[in-house]
T-cell receptor
Framework: ETGVTQSPTHLIKTRGQQVTLRCSSQ?????VSWYQQALGQGPQFIFQ???????GRGNFPPRFSGLQFPNYSSELNVNALELDDSALYLC??????????FGSGTRLTVV | AQKITQTQPGMFVQEKEAVTLDCTYD???????LFWYKQPSSGEMIFLIY??????QNATEGRYSLNFQKARKSANLVISASQLGDSAMYFC???????????????FGKGTLLTVNP
């Protein structure tokens, strides 16, 4: 049984650029959620995908967008990067909200 | 109001002793689940234990147990026989079953940094 894999592990971007983060779900899972964890804080829910459609979003602007693919893998895209977007981005897969499995995250630094 | 409150930014415990990490929650949803996760410096969220709102007994998983007091809306994590490898951030989280489109959303507290001393 494979776990959740995220790539890349670390990333440095310049303010105003765009970034794509990737996540492969655990085998057998059908739902993917993304979380942003700023330094010293708990993770904050960005959005979740089920059946390739977004079906829940937290308090994040539209420049945060995502995709889920038929194999249940997912991407998080962030446009027009701001300094405050620097954080650890965590992906979690689950089966209908059960058995959450998190990846190790992508640490994004915006300079 | 915060949905998950962890009032202990940091805790220290001696190796082999027990430690309790506090968590209180706020919800009007009668159906919810409470989770505890461990996050080492590597960043991965490691699932420790789960308690459903309708579960009659407190959850236990090895050295971890959850002291669930529904009327007080508290879900404290008890780690018995602490080990050096238990040093990490610990997060309490809640999933509300009737949160509309975000049924699977987890709401996290700010965490408690546990340090186990030899």
């Amino acid at each position: 049984e494979t776990g959740v894999t995220q790539s890349p592990t670390h990333l440095i971007k310049t303010r105003g650029q765009q970034v794509t983060l990737r996540c492969s779900s655990q085998s057998g899972h059908n739902t993917v959620s993304w979380y942003q964890q700023a330094l010293g804080q708990g993770p904050q829910f960005i959005f979740q995908y089920y059946r390739e459609e977004e079906n829940g979003r937290g308090n994040f602007p539209p420049r945060f967008s995502g995709l889920q693919f038929p194999n249940y893998s997912s991407e998080l895209n962030v446009n027009a990067l701001e300094l405050d977007d620097s954080a650890l981005y965590l992906c979690a897969s689950s089966l209908y909200g059960y058995g959450y499995t998190f990846g190790s995250g992508t640490r994004l630094t915006v300079v | 109001a915060q949905k998950i409150t962890q009032t202990q930014p940091g805790m220290f415990v001696q190796e082999k002793e027990a430690v309790t990490l506090d968590c209180t929650y706020d919800t009007s949803d009668p159906s919810y689940g409470l989770f505890w996760y461990k996050q080492p410096s590597s960043g991965e969220m490691i699932f420790l234990i789960y308690q459903g709102s309708y579960d009659q007994q407190n959850a236990t998983e090895g050295r971890y147990s959850l002291n669930f007091q529904k009327a007080r809306k508290s879900a404290n994590l008890v780690i018995s026989a602490s080990q050096l490898g238990d040093s990490a951030m610990y997060f309490c989280a809640m999933r509300e079953e009737n949160s509309g489109g975000s049924n699977y959303k987890l709401t996290f507290g700010k965490g408690t940094l546990l340090t186990v001393n030899p």
